[in-house]
């Protein structure tokens, strides 16, 4: 019997690019939202250069990677050395250390903002902070549920 080895360079790689995704979704929404007051207030239309526009979509996911890179490297390094399977528990438990991660890396650059101003609370930014995890939580428990190597089969029994 053959032994599978554990593919730590996929599982490194999925998880340190886990950012993209939510970066994706982020600049479509933006695009939309913008697109959408564009069209609202036709004025502004001289504010904003098209190309600005057009590369949200692409541009977004790339500084979510670069602000966000540290954490989930990490994270991707722990998984991939542990040799984590895919399990229910492993699934869920990926799910809250990534948005615990995310969360606590993000509430790191908002203690900057609000420690120089004045009248900056953590309370504006609560909302901020619960999507950033509810983002980083479903990326990290879907890519954990699709990439993530299936349990070994236990021995067979012969009957």
């Not at 207030?41 to 057009?54: A, F, I, M, S, T």
């Amino acid at each position: 019997m053959t032994e599978v080895k554990y593919p730590r360079l996929k599982v490194f790689a999925v998880f340190v690019l886990c950012p993209l995704v939510p970066g994706f979704v982020a600049g479509l929404v933006n695009f939309v939202l913008l697109l959408a007051h564009l069209t609202s207030n036709p004025r502004l239309l001289g504010e904003v250069r098209g190309g600005e526009l057009l590369l949200m979509p692409v541009l977004a996911p790339l500084v979510t990677l670069l602000l966000f890179f540290l954490p989930f490297f990490g994270l991707a390094l722990g998984v991939a050395l542990m040799k984590v399977r895919r399990s229910a528990f492993s699934c869920i438990a990926l799910s809250l250390i990534g948005g615990s991660l995310a969360m606590a890396w993000a509430l790191l650059f908002i203690r900057e903002v609000v420690n120089d101003i004045a009248t900056a609370r953590y309370s504006d930014y609560l909302l901020g902070l619960l999507l950033i995890f509810l983002a980083a939580a479903m990326t990290c428990w879907l890519t954990a549920r699709l990439f993530l190597p299936q349990q070994d089969p236990g021995p067979a029994v012969a009957k």
